[in-house]
């Protein structure tokens, strides 16, 4: 039997327990993979609206190791120009598709990010610098200013996801099965000014 000296030990221990699980437990929570859109500025700059984003990469242990085996991952970001009309459905004006690759090279030990819509090229030393890299999205030009009627109300939206279709077809089919590879965040919305 415990006196009450132990069982106040005991006690105590088993609440710093839960206390420090409770702690680990939060950032593993926080690190769930996924995509999120976490800021969206559309400014018109020269008569033409233009789209700067920041977009927080987790990947999914799944999608990590692809990666780290020489898979290359292609990711895309759709931004939608959206005309918000009162008695009828919302119009989409125009609608552009981003597309990025990362690649791994093991026998450089970098990573290498491509804009797959200007062919634009850069090489960096870690896979959080890489992540950070590409979800730092600036000056994508949406829409002439001049296409728009100053009188209406628009909204642009974006959304960020991993292209199944892109990956060799073995680890498609895997990938298509595995809820492990839908990375994909929610469509994030903005009034455009």
């Known amino acids: 039997m415990f006196g009450p000296t132990q069982h106040?030990?005991?006690?105590?221990?088993?609440?710093?327990?839960?206390?420090?699980?409770?702690?680990?437990?939060?950032?593993?929570?926080?690190?769930?993979?996924?995509f999120e859109v976490r800021s969206v500025e559309v400014e018109l700059i020269d008569e033409v609206y233009q789209l700067d984003a920041a977009i927080e990469?987790?990947?999914?242990?799944?999608?990590?190791?692809?990666?780290q085996s020489g898979v290359p991952l292609v990711f895309e970001l759709q931004i939608e120009l959206l005309h918000k009309r009162q008695f009828l459905w919302t119009e989409t004006v125009a609608s552009l598709l981003q597309r990025y690759e990362l690649?791994?090279?093991?026998?450089t030990e970098r990573y290498i990010l491509i804009n797959l819509n200007s062919g634009v090229q850069e090489s960096v030393s870690g896979l959080e610098t890489a992540l950070y890299r590409l979800g730092i999205v600036e000056g994508v030009p949406v829409i002439d200013s001049n296409l728009l009627d100053s009188n209406d109300k628009y909204t642009v939206?974006?959304?960020?996801?991993?292209?199944?279709?892109?990956?060799?077809?073995?680890l498609r089919t895997l990938a298509f099965v595995k809820p492990s590879w839908y990375l994909g965040g929610d469509w994030h919305e903005v009034r455009v000014k």
């Open 157 to 170: 939206r974006l959304r960020a996801s991993l292209d199944l279709n892109a990956l060799p077809i073995p």
């Open 8 to 34: 106040r030990t005991w006690s105590v221990l088993f609440a710093l327990f839960g206390w420090l699980t409770a702690l680990i437990a939060v950032p593993a929570a926080a690190a769930d993979p996924g």
């Open 103 to 107: 690649r791994y090279h093991a026998f």
């Open 57 to 67: 990469y987790r990947l999914s242990n799944s999608a990590l190791d692809a990666l």
